[in-house]
């Protein structure tokens, strides 16, 4: 499995982005996964931002992205977005995709990860 994120880049604040994650070994079965998205800025620890559920297609966010942010899935082509809208500095970060059986908040649940896509706002 090797999970792939990408779709990061500078925006300024106001500005939208879509993130991407897919299986780019080809051997993963995303639709079967709880798939989240975390990020990480630099000197922080790793945050939980959005997960989407392998069946019923349940969504959470965390708070701080909320009303701004949407995660979704599209099974045909076992890839995974995340639609940034409404950006801010505090969202500059570098972003993980990540894949587990738990729906989960918590980095340690999760067994698969990507490499991350840097996001960078500009004020």
């Known amino acids: 499995v090797q999970l792939q994120a990408s779709g990061g880049g500078l925006v300024q604040a106001g500005g939208s982005l879509r993130l991407s994650c897919v299986d780019s070994g080809r051997t993963f079965r995303i639709s079967t996964f709880v798939v989240a998205w975390f990020r990480q800025a630099p000197g922080k620890e790793r945050e939980f931002v959005s997960k989407?559920?392998?069946?019923?297609?349940?969504?959470s966010s965390a708070d701080s992205v909320k009303g701004r942010f949407a995660i979704s899935r599209d099974n045909s082509k076992n890839t995974i977005y995340l639609q940034m809208n409404s950006l801010k500095p505090e969202d500059t970060a570098v972003y993980f995709c990540?894949?587990?059986?738990?729906?989960?908040?918590?980095?340690?649940?999760?067994?698969?990860w990507g490499h991350g896509t840097q996001v960078t706002v500009s004020s």
């Open positions: 989407i559920s392998p069946s019923s297609g349940s969504t």
């Open positions: 990540a894949a587990g059986s738990r729906y989960s908040n918590t980095p340690m649940e999760y067994i698969y």
